[in-house]
C-alpha cells in the first residue's frame, strides 16, 4: 500500500498552524487581532472564497490545477539531462529561479554541488539569474560546455535578465559544442513570448508554463519541477503535498483552512493594527530560500497602487526574510525592542534529518558545560521557542508553522499554502494579486533605454 493512501502517514505529515500569539488573548487588543475582527470579516472570506472558486473553475487560476497535472513530460526530460549532462544550469529571473532555488535548498545537501555524482544523485546545479557580470563569467568560466545542460525559464519569453544571460549562455555554448541546441531546453509559456518559437524552431526541447499560471505561482509548474527532478527530487510527493493542502483550503472556514487563516491574520494586522511588516523566519538553513520565494510571492502579488474598482489604496505589507538562530544576533533585536509593526511567521521544522549531539566536553566550564548531551536540533528548537516567548511578552503577534520533517510532501504543502493565502489575501484588500504593473513598468523603459522595437526611448540617451 502506498504511504499516500494511509491517512495515519498523511497526518503525521501535515504542516501545522498555531496562530495563538497572534491573538489579542496573547499579545492584548491593540497588537493582536480579536475574536470579533475575524468573526466579522466572514461575509468578506465567503465572498472571496466564492470568487476564487469561480475563477479557479473558469480556468482563469491555473495554479490550482498543477497538483493534478501529468508530470511525464517533465519526468522524461529530467531522465533526458539526468543521463546526458553533469551540470544543469537554470537561466531565469524572480518566478522563474526562487522557487526552483527554494525546493533544492530544503530538499538537497547543502554542499549538494561538492559531493559526487552517486552521493548527489543527479547533475549539479547552477543558476543565472541576476545579470551581474562577475557572478555569470565566474560561473560560466567553471562549467564545461560539453557537460552543462541549459534551462532558459521564463513565462513572458522576453525578461531582459533573463534573454541577456541567455545570450551570453548561447555564444558560451556555441564556442565549445557542436549542436548547441541539444544543450538546451526552453520552459516558457505555450503560445505567447519570443523564446518559444525560437526553441521551435531550432528543435529545442520544450516544457509549456501554463497560460493561466503567472511566474511567482509557477514553482508547482515545470519551472520548479524540471530542476527538482534533475536534482532527484520525488515531484510525485511534491504535488501530493500540494495536492493534500489544497484539500485542506477548499472550505472558507478560518478554523480549519491554514491559507485563509493566515490571510486573514496578516490583512488584519496589516489593517487594523499597525502591522505594515510581514516577517518570514524559519528556523533551518534549508527553509531560508523559501523565505525568499515567499517575500516575491507577498510583496508583487499585494503591492499595489490601486484596487479592483481603480482607486487609489497603495496595499500591501513589506514582507522581510529572516533566519533562526542566526538573525537572533541581528534582526531579533528589532523585532523585539523596535517598532511593534511586524506580524513575524516562525517556520519550525520538528525533526531534522541529520542528528547532531553535543559532546559532553568540558564539564568544568560553565559556558560550554551545559549545552553537553543536547542535541543541536533541540537548541534550534529551545531557541526559536524562546524568541517567540520573548516577543509574546513584549506584545509582539507571532504564528508559527510546524513542519514534521523536510520531505518533498512537505515543501509541496508550504508552496501551496502560501499561494492560496496569497491569493485569498488579494481579495481581502480588494486588488489584483495576479498582476504586476510596477514591475512591468520598469521592464518598459529599460527595452526602450536599449532601443527594443515598439518600446519609446523615455530615460533619454539610449541605453548601450
Ligand atoms: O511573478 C512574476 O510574474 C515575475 O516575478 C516574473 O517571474 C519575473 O519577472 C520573470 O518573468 P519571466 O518568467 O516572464 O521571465
Not at 472558486?53 to 508530470?71: K, M, N, T, V, W
Not at 520548479?224 to 484539500?247: Q, R, S, Y
Amino acid at each position: 500500500m502506498s504511504r499516500f493512501t494511509r491517512p495515519d502517514w498523511i497526518s503525521a505529515q501535515r504542516v501545522q498552524l498555531d496562530s495563538r500569539l497572534a491573538l489579542a488573548d496573547a499579545v492584548g487588543p491593540q497588537h493582536g487581532v480579536s475574536a470579533q475582527e475575524l468573526a466579522d470579516l466572514l461575509p468578506n472570506l465567503r465572498s472571496v472564497h466564492a470568487e476564487l472558486g469561480r475563477r479557479r473553475a473558469s480556468g482563469e487560476l491555473g495554479f490550482y490545477q498543477l497538483p493534478g497535472q501529468d508530470i511525464t513530460p517533465v519526468l522524461e526530460a529530467a531522465n533526458w539531462v539526468r543521463d546526458g549532462f553533469d551540470n544543469f544550469l537554470l537561466v531565469g529571473i524572480g518566478g522563474s529561479s526562487l522557487g526552483p532555488k527554494a525546493a533544492h535548498a530544503a530538499l538537497r545537501s547543502p554542499l549538494y554541488n561538492l559531493l559526487s555524482r552517486e552521493e548527489r544523485g543527479g547533475p549539479r546545479l547552477f543558476l543565472l539569474e541576476n545579470i551581474d557580470p562577475v557572478t555569470v563569467s565566474a560561473v560560466l568560466r567553471h562549467l564545461d560546455p560539453a557537460r552543462t545542460c541549459v534551462n532558459v525559464v521564463s513565462k513572458s519569453g522576453g525578461t531582459a535578465e533573463t534573454a541577456a544571460n541567455y545570450l551570453v549562455a548561447r555564444e558560451w555554448l556555441e564556442k565549445s559544442v557542436q549542436n548547441p541546441r541539444e544543450h538546451l531546453i526552453a520552459t516558457t509559456d505555450p503560445a505567447n513570448g519570443d523564446l518559444r518559437p525560437l526553441a521551435e524552431r531550432e528543435g529545442w526541447r520544450t516544457l509549456p508554463i501554463p497560460p493561466d499560471v503567472g511566474g511567482r505561482f509557477s514553482q508547482l509548474a515545470a519551472v520548479g519541477l524540471l530542476p527538482a527532478a534533475v536534482c532527484g527530487i520525488d515531484i510525485a510527493e511534491l504535488l501530493a503535498g500540494a495536492h493534500d493542502m489544497d484539500l485542506r483550503c477548499a472550505t472558507p472556514d478560518l478554523d480549519t483552512n491554514p491559507a485563509y487563516r493566515l490571510a486573514a491574520l496578516h490583512y488584519l494586522a496589516d489593517t487594523r493594527h499597525g502591522k505594515p511588516m510581514a516577517v518570514m523566519m524559519p528556523y533551518a538553513d534549508g527553509l531560508r530560500s523559501l523565505a525568499d520565494w515567499f517575500v516575491q510571492l507577498w510583496a508583487e502579488s499585494l503591492g499595489k497602487e490601486r484596487d479592483l474598482s481603480g482607486k487609489i489604496v497603495h496595499t500591501g505589507q513589506t514582507p522581510l526574510p529572516a533566519l533562526g538562530a542566526s538573525d537572533q544576533h541581528s534582526q531579533v533585536q528589532l523585532f523585539v525592542e523596535g517598532p511593534n509593526d511586524k506580524l513575524i511567521t516562525f517556520l519550525r521544522v520538528e525533526h531534522f534529518a541529520e542528528a547532531v549531539q553535543i559532546p559532553s566536553l568540558h564539564g568544568d566550564v560553565g559556558s560550554l558545560a551545559y549545552l553537553g548531551g543536547a542535541t543541536l536540533e533541540r537548541l534550534l528548537n529551545v531557541e526559536q521557542a524562546a524568541t517567540e516567548a520573548v516577543l509574546r511578552e513584549r506584545q509582539r503577534p507571532t504564528l508559527r508553522l510546524t513542519v514534521p520533517e523536510l520531505n518533498p510532501f512537505a515543501m509541496g504543502q508550504l508552496f501551496f499554502l502560501f499561494e492560496v493565502m496569497t491569493a485569498f489575501a488579494g481579495g481581502l484588500y480588494g486588488i489584483n494579486a495576479f498582476d504586476q504593473p510596477g514591475v512591468e513598468h520598469g521592464k518598459r523603459l529599460t527595452y526602450g533605454a536599449f532601443g527594443r522595437a515598439g518600446y519609446p526611448d523615455l530615460m533619454g540617451g539610449g541605453g548601450k
